[in-house]
Structures are given as structure tokens and as C-alpha cells.
């Protein structure tokens, strides 16, 4: 295992320079809770982990024989997996499905230990892993639309459509959804999802520019692009804005799989030779 230089810092350098701030906010959102929902409040019992009384023998034995805990604690302790990776240079720890030797258990468990609150609910552990799970999820099924699009894509095209790289003047650039699978790219497609209006102008030049790389890369390449973008209105000034004799089709798909092949076939159509 290899961690990064020691001058790079690592996660207990970046806790202690925001830790001043970061006490100053939980007092501060402390007492807005509590004088927002002043006629709310009760005092519960709740079942408390008492984590300053375990050491980290206990606690390595706690994340060898209940994994699942191992994710509560990352977040308790706010630890990220890379964080892992940098400092103790163990790769690839699945924080939601850990497989973990004895020997990297006792490091992980040698890592959090400073990092972790004195006590805890278990109701707490419990909220902050379902957060985190959610978001997790969310963002895969977000993240499986670009595949859903390029399936869709090459259903419609009746040919096959994959992620390709290629050079251009020695710099590496990455088409979403490319054909043929080997050689020049005869056609490409940018697949964009945008979910906010402020980042509209920033992956407008990335369409423009991977564009005007393709045609460098393949004068004779055609090239579309399918974009989510859920702010309807703002449609006709996005095509207007990608119009130009580098990109031959612009799409915009939804979630569902009807919008999704019908976005598919116009720019399958719209590149076929």
C-alpha cells in the first residue's frame, strides 16, 4: 500500500483547517434548530453508539464481522473512499459492499478512529447511510441514460454505436456514441445531460469544440448530439446555438423510452449517408 507524499497533506491536515469553521456552523445551525422548532422539540431516549469507549481492536472486529456498518462510519467520521485510497493507498473499497482482508479492516479502522463523533444514534448512522445510498443510486440511473440513448441509437441506426476515443494535434478527446467501432469515425454522437440553466453555456462550447475536433479528426464525419435538458423553452435557442455545417443534428430526449427513441431515429436519419 502507498499513500501520496507527505508535502500533498491528507485527510486529518484538510479536518483541522476547517475545523474552526465547521464547529462555528454546527452551533450556529444547532441553535436555528432549535429556536425554529422551539414548540416541536422533545427529549426521546434513542439508542447511542458510544464510539470513544471502543478502541480500534473493537472496532476492527466490529467492520470485519458487520461490513455494512462500514458506510455509516465513513460518513460519521467524513471520510470519502478516495480519501482512503490517498492515504492509506488502498484501492477500490466498495464503502457500500466492502470485502475486506484483516490487515486493510485494521487500517481503515486505525483511519477513522480520530475522525469519529464520541457518540452517535443509531437512528443517525441509519439516516446518513440512506442520504448517501439514495444519492448514489439517483446518480447511476442518471448515469445509465447516456447508455439507454446509445442503445437506442444504434437500434434506430441499424448499426452499432460505441464510446470511442481518438487524437487530434496529440491531445485525446472521447465520443459518447461513435461508428464505426475501429478506424475514422464516420459518425458521432455528443450525449449531454444538463439538468441546470446556469451550466447550459459551458456544455454548449463542449458540443461546439468536440465538433470541430471530429471534423479534424474525419473531415467527411457527420456529428449530432442528444441532449437532456428538461427547461423546454430554452430548446429552439440551444439548437440555434449548435446550427452549423459541423453538426448536422441536435436531439433532445427525456427520461422516458418513447422520448428516448424518438430523439434516437431523428438523429440516426439526420447522419445516415
Do not use: C
Not at 439508542?47 to 466490529?62: Q, Y
Not at 463523533?117 to 446518480?139: Q, S
Request: glycine share 6%; aromatic share 6%.
Amino acid at each position: 500500500m502507498k499513500s501520496v507524499p507527505r508535502e500533498y497533506g491528507n485527510h486529518a491536515d484538510f479536518m483541522e483547517m476547517v475545523k474552526e469553521s465547521a464547529t462555528k456552523r454546527a452551533e450556529k445551525i444547532g441553535g436555528a434548530l432549535q429556536a425554529a422548532f422551539q414548540q416541536r422539540l422533545r427529549e426521546e431516549r434513542v439508542l447511542t453508539v458510544h464510539l470513544a469507549d471502543i478502541d480500534v481492536h473493537e472496532l476492527t472486529d466490529a467492520i470485519i464481522q458487520h461490513p455494512a456498518i462500514l458506510k455509516p462510519l465513513v460518513i460519521a467520521a467524513n471520510v470519502a473512499a478516495r480519501a482512503i485510497e490517498r492515504d492509506l493507498g488502498i484501492k477500490n473499497v466498495d464503502t457500500y459492499n466492502p470485502r475486506l482482508t484483516d490487515r486493510t479492516a485494521a487500517a481503515i479502522a486505525g483511519y477513522l478512529k480520530p475522525f469519529l463523533p464520541a457518540t452517535v444514534a443509531v437512528a443517525t448512522l441509519v439516516a446518513l447511510d440512506r442520504i448517501e445510498f439514495i444519492d448514489k443510486e439517483v446518480r447511476a440511473f442518471k448515469g445509465r441514460w447516456e447508455a439507454r440513448v446509445t442503445d437506442a441509437l444504434t437500434a434506430s441506426a441499424g448499426i452499432e454505436f460505441k464510446k470511442r476515443k481518438f487524437m487530434v494535434d496529440g491531445e485525446e478527446f472521447e465520443i459518447d456514441a461513435a461508428h464505426p467501432r475501429g478506424g475514422p469515425i464516420d459518425q458521432a454522437v455528443d450525449i449531454k445531460r444538463i439538468e441546470a440553466r446556469r451550466d447550459i453555456h459551458k456544455r454548449i462550447d463542449e458540443i461546439v469544440n468536440k465538433a470541430g475536433k471530429l471534423a479534424r479528426h474525419n473531415p467527411k464525419a457527420r456529428f449530432g448530439a442528444v441532449i437532456y435538458f428538461p427547461f423546454e423553452d430554452q430548446h429552439p435557442q440551444i439548437e440555434n446555438r449548435l446550427r452549423g455545417p459541423g453538426i448536422q443534428v441536435v436531439a433532445f430526449a427525456a427520461e422516458s423510452e418513447e422520448s428516448i427513441a424518438s430523439a434516437a431515429r431523428k438523429v440516426a436519419a439526420a447522419l445516415r449517408r
